[in-house]
């Protein structure tokens, strides 16, 4: 299968870009570190397959509209997992 066709089945079965897809998941795995754990963000993003910390950062502001020490500032407060 060519790079293009599993492109256009990737958009036709899940709405979304490989890229996309990829970047979701490791936005969700960073996610779940920040709110289990107290690992420094360097850490979070080595281990959620982000080559840096800010590329980790551009991906949270992109996906939920908060930095991932926002993101985990308001975890903490709330405890629900969900920033408010």
Not at 38 to 66: C, H, I, K, N, W
């Amino acid at each position: 299968m060519s790079v293009r066709q599993l492109t256009r089945l990737f958009g036709k079965e899940l709405g979304t870009t490989p890229a996309r897809y990829v970047e979701r998941a490791r936005v969700e795995r960073a996610k779940n570190l920040l709110e289990t754990g107290d690992q420094p963000l360097d850490a979070v993003a080595r281990r959620s397959g982000f080559g840096s910390p800010e590329t980790m950062r551009r991906a949270f502001v992109r996906a939920l509209g908060v930095t991932p020490a926002a993101y985990r500032a308001r975890f903490r407060s709330t405890g629900d997992g969900h920033p408010s």
